[in-house]
């Protein structure tokens, strides 16, 4: 009976089971994460060789003129080393990380996941995942609101691959936004990347002018109509009036569409 409940425990049945408890589901990029493990052992004793946490999301690359989804771990943390587990036993194990800077936003339908596993020599490994809520930073938000309230709305976020803006990862979030004020007859759309670090954010804004005449159709024919636009917010900013920022992006904006 041993030797075939040990069967069944490396083909997964009867093994031990993980599950990741978060302290908070509900987080901002460059917050720790922290919670505890609680794992449970199955129907023998087995030999964990490690707990393994990484944070995972996505985005879309085109290959062969096709939007494929490629995976990118964040983060690889290890929780702890090799120990044994008996038949049954409980054990509680906390854990505390920072989430790093650069984890997109869950805006749209981006995710972002926890994924908890056990490393377990010959055997099934198993495994927990938990969705993570990423919010805006405020200095994201305060970008966010003030690009708002200058007369464009936000209809789009996802995460696209790109070697050039990528930093860590070879990724970036980008924020699409059309006009919806004065500048609509000036301009197309405006993106935003945000690359957020302790106590700074640093914007690059891409701005996709409208055709105006034979110069216009020429400039948009080759790729010729975008500008761009990069500044920086601190900690300080925060306590600026939502208006000032306002008033300071779209001066910037103004100089590269005249």
């Known amino acids: 009976m041993s030797m075939f409940k040990k069967l069944l425990a490396s083909l997964g049945i009867g093994s031990s089971q993980v599950d990741a408890r978060l302290e908070q589901e509900s ?11 609680h794992i449970t052992g199955g129907d023998v004793a087995q030999e964990i060789d490690e707990i393994y946490m990484y944070v995972v999301t996505h985005y879309e690359r085109e290959v062969n003129d ?4 490629e995976e990118c771990t964040l983060v690889k943390y290890r929780l702890t080393e090799r120990f044994h587990l008996q038949p049954k036993e409980n054990k509680v194990l906390p854990f505390s990380f920072q989430l790093p800077y650069e984890t997109p936003l869950t805006m749209g339908r981006q995710p972002v996941y926890l994924r908890t596993g056990l490393d377990i020599k010959n055997a099934i490994d198993p495994g927990d995942s938990d969705f993570i809520e990423v919010r805006p930073h405020p200095l994201m938000a305060k970008v966010l609101d003030a690009i708002q309230s200058i007369g464009f709305q936000l209809y789009k976020v996802d995460c696209e691959y790109n ?14 936004f059309r006009p919806t004020g004065p500048l609509r007859k000036r301009l197309e759309e405006l993106e935003a990347v945000f690359y957020l670090r302790d106590g700074e954010v640093e914007v690059l804004l891409e701005l996709d002018k409208r055709a105006r005449g034979f110069m216009g159709a020429f400039e948009e024919a080759f790729n010729l109509d975008e500008r761009f636009v990069r500044f920086r917010l601190s900690t300080e900013d925060l306590n600026k009036p939502l208006s000032v920022i306002a008033n300071s992006i779209e001066s910037l904006i103004q100089q590269q569409i005249r």
């Open 163 to 176: 070697r050039y803006l990528g930093r860590t990862y070879p990724f970036v979030q980008e924020f699409e």
């Open 66 to 69: 096709k939007k494929v989804k």
């Open 27 to 37: 987080l901002i990029p460059g917050d720790v994460v922290r919670g505890e493990v």
